[in-house]
């Protein structure tokens, strides 16, 4: 099991699409039992272009139990999210999850580089 993360066009306004996904989740945490380990976060992230988004992510427990919310919503499997990602909020769930999280977002960001870096070598080589 992995994190999983929904990307969604960041709007300033309450976006419904957001609050049904919390919905969703929330039902399925409750029909669950509360189970350990579910937890949601959310966070912002911006491209190169500078264009930025809304990011929910799911612990391994909770996309798991939310897998319907993969589907339709596209999660895909990501990295453990850092505390202090931009706009980091606990949304709910095991509060324990908080500790799941990677103390720091440059570093995650540096180690996602150095793992890159040998790959994007070899392309540019081969070119």
Request: charged fraction near 20%.
């Amino acid at each position: 099991m992995s994190w999983h993360r929904i990307v969604l066009p960041f709007t300033t306004e309450i976006d419904p699409t957001v609050v049904e996904i919390g919905k969703l989740a929330w039902e399925r945490y409750l029909e669950e039992n509360k189970p350990v380990g579910f937890g949601m976060f959310h966070a912002t992230e911006a491209n190169a272009a500078g264009e930025e988004f809304w990011v929910i992510y799911l612990t391994p427990v909770a996309a798991s139990v939310c897998s319907e919310l993969g589907k339709t919503y596209k999660a895909e499997p990501c990295d453990v999210p850092a505390r202090d990602e931009p706009n980091m909020a606990y949304v709910f769930g095991d509060p324990r999850t908080m500790s799941l999280l990677q103390e720091s977002y440059e570093a995650k960001l540096a180690a996602k580089a150095a793992a890159t870096a040998p790959a994007n070598a070899a392309a540019n080589s081969a070119a």
